[in-house]
């Protein structure tokens, strides 16, 4: 397989496996998978339980453990007064809280799972689109090359008529005007020769940043241009992916509204600590042991927040469903745009192959009445343009057809090399 850096021949299929790893396109999408990936693994808060530990050092004096009064047999009132502190020591513990019942953190996950589905969707959609973008940048190159061919094969033909017009100025047959058009053919011929070469090398630099190459790799291209496919009924296809990315994202900013309306619910976690004290004597009596506690905590009111909040995860949740139905509106004028151009395509593509015909034969025609001097330059010349047009239409035609059908499968929800036959897939 051919990777950056290496000049061999790049099949079609090889290209596709190279633009997975170097499109940046690609490559963006796969990060915003990941990052969907970490907030959903990020929301197992809302059932998992936290650990801690923790230590502190601590001294502490005051009036609580100074002029404590303390029994003395001795003294007459039976009492005393006496200093227990300064307490000082560290004390160490471990916590863990257990969620009980946490309503909007459950719903997070909820929409955090949607919200990744979504993602994994619109990357599938991501490769699909991008697998039509190779193909479609390198058959374009392979389509230009063609027209360079043809710009070629025109320029030997207008060399072949200025031979002819010099042949017959020579013997009388003809005027000097006609060898003068024979040359001025040759000279657009051959600049028509320059703008091909120009335009086969900027399709060539699409493909390449497209697959991370250096612009002046050498790039030798081994699969060819397939034969249009007939166009065919659209039927139902497949989901969209980029239908079902968008239908989860709904779900997901639904979920994301009942969360933060689900933090009106008092949330439940358990509590259990132990902890150790090693100090003086006060401190080591009275800071070692361990608890367990159920804890309620309920926010009746934070100064409007959670309006707030609710309000704004309403208001996305609109949002995101009127891009929905505007979507659902783009892909049904996509599909209906697409299976028009099929059609179109490979008709004209079709046409163009029985135009190219008659205009050959037309060539024909006129280079051999011109040599038999029954017909004039000006025909000649018309003629080898009108086929050197038609050439090129035939070239542009039948990449557009397989393009046309490409993009038909993909907005219908296939693979699009699927239109190009078993020895494309």
Same mark, same amino acid.
């Given at each position: 397989?051919?990777?950056?850096?290496?000049?061999?021949?790049?099949?079609?299929?090889?290209?596709?496996?190279?633009?997975?790893?170097?499109?940046?396109?690609?490559?963006?999408?796969?990060?915003?998978?990941?990052?969907?990936?970490?907030?959903?693994?990020?929301?197992?808060? +809302?059932?998992?339980?936290?650990?801690?530990?923790?230590?502190?050092?601590?001294?502490?004096?005051?009036?609580?453990?100074?002029?404590?009064?303390?029994?003395?047999?001795?003294?007459?009132?039976?009492?005393?007064?006496?200093?227990?502190?300064?307490?000082?020591?560290?004390?160490?513990?471990?916590?863990?809280?257990?969620?009980?019942?946490?309503?909007?953190?459950?719903?997070?996950?909820?929409?955090?799972?949607?919200?990744?589905?979504?993602?994994?969707?619109?990357?599938?959609?991501?490769?699909?689109?991008?697998?039509?973008?190779?193909?479609?940048?390198?058959?374009?190159?392979?389509?230009?090359?063609?027209?360079?061919?043809?710009?070629?094969?025109?320029?030997?033909?207008?060399?072949?008529?200025?031979?002819?017009?010099?042949?017959?100025?020579?013997?009388?047959?003809?005027?000097?005007?006609?060898?003068?058009?024979?040359?001025?053919?040759?000279?657009?011929?051959?600049?028509?020769?320059?703008?091909?070469?120009?335009?086969?090398?900027?399709?060539?630099?699409?493909?390449?940043?497209?697959?991370?190459?250096?612009?002046?790799?050498?790039?030798?291209?081994?699969?060819?241009?397939?034969?249009?496919?007939?166009?065919?009924?659209?039927?139902?296809?497949?989901?969209?992916?980029?239908?079902?990315?968008?239908?989860?994202? !709904?779900?997901?900013?639904?979920?994301?509204?009942?969360?933060?309306?689900?933090?009106?619910?008092?949330?439940?976690?358990?509590?259990?600590?132990?902890?150790?004290?090693?100090?003086?004597?006060?401190?080591?009596?009275?800071?070692?042991?361990?608890?367990? !506690?159920?804890?309620?905590?309920?926010?009746?009111?934070?100064?409007?927040?959670?309006?707030?909040?609710?309000?704004?995860?309403? +208001?996305?949740?609109?949002?995101?469903?009127?891009?929905?139905?505007?979507?659902?509106?783009?892909?049904?004028?996509?599909?209906?745009?697409?299976?028009?151009?099929?059609?179109?395509?490979?008709?004209?593509?079709?046409?163009? $192959?029985?135009?190219?015909?008659?205009?050959?034969? !037309?060539?024909?025609?006129?280079?051999?009445?011109?040599?038999?001097?029954?017909?004039?330059?000006?025909?000649?010349?018309?003629?080898?343009?009108?086929?050197?047009?038609?050439?090129?239409?035939?070239?542009?035609?039948?990449?557009?057809?397989?393009? +046309?059908?490409?993009?038909?499968?993909?907005?219908? $929800?296939?693979?699009?090399?699927?239109?190009?036959?078993?020895?494309?897939?």
């Amino acid at each position: 397989m051919m990777i950056p850096g290496a000049a061999s021949a790049l099949s079609l299929d090889e290209a596709l496996v190279i633009a997975r790893e170097q499109a940046t396109t690609l490559q963006t999408l796969e990060a915003e998978t990941r990052q969907a990936e970490a907030q959903h693994t990020r929301t197992a808060q +809302a059932f998992l339980p936290t650990l801690s530990a923790d230590t502190s050092w601590l001294r502490a004096d005051s009036s609580l453990i100074t002029g404590v009064p303390v029994p003395d047999q001795t003294s007459p009132t039976g009492l005393r007064q006496a200093d227990l502190g300064p307490v000082e020591g560290a004390v160490t513990g471990v916590q863990l809280v257990q969620p009980v019942f946490n309503a909007d953190a459950l719903k997070q996950r909820e929409a955090a799972s949607l919200k990744l589905d979504a993602r994994r969707q619109a990357r599938q959609w991501g490769q699909q689109a991008l697998r039509l973008e190779v193909a479609r940048r390198y058959f374009n190159i392979l389509r230009l090359r063609s027209r360079q061919n043809a710009a070629e094969q025109a320029s030997d033909a207008a060399r072949q008529a200025v031979q002819m017009a010099e042949g017959s100025y020579q013997q009388g047959m003809a005027a000097r005007l006609d060898v003068e058009q024979a040359r001025a053919e040759l000279a657009a011929a051959q600049a028509r020769i320059s703008q091909a070469e120009a335009a086969a090398r900027e399709a060539e630099y699409q493909l390449k940043s497209l697959l991370g190459m250096a612009p002046r790799e050498p790039l030798t291209l081994e699969t060819g241009l397939p034969q249009p496919a007939p166009p065919m009924e659209s039927g139902q296809g497949a989901p969209r992916k980029d239908l079902e990315a968008r239908q989860l994202a !709904a779900r997901a900013a639904d979920q994301q509204t009942r969360a933060t309306e689900a933090e009106w619910l008092p949330r439940v976690n358990l509590l259990a600590r132990q902890q150790w004290a090693h100090g003086n004597e006060l401190l080591d009596d009275n800071a070692d042991g361990w608890l367990v !506690a159920v804890n309620l905590q309920w926010t009746l009111f934070d100064g409007l927040g959670r309006q707030g909040r609710i309000a704004e995860a309403r +208001a996305a949740a609109d949002k995101i469903r009127t891009e929905l139905e505007e979507t659902r509106r783009r892909i049904d004028r996509e599909q209906a745009i697409a299976a028009s151009q099929w059609q179109a395509g490979f008709s004209a593509w079709q046409a163009a $192959g029985k135009s190219v015909k008659a205009a050959e034969k !037309a060539a024909r025609l006129a280079s051999r009445r011109y040599q038999e001097n029954l017909g004039s330059m000006t025909d000649l010349l018309t003629a080898r343009a009108r086929l050197d047009r038609e050439r090129a239409t035939l070239i542009d035609s039948r990449y557009q057809a397989v393009l +046309a059908a490409m993009n038909h499968h993909l907005q219908h $929800g296939r693979d699009p090399l699927l239109a190009l036959g078993n020895d494309y897939q």
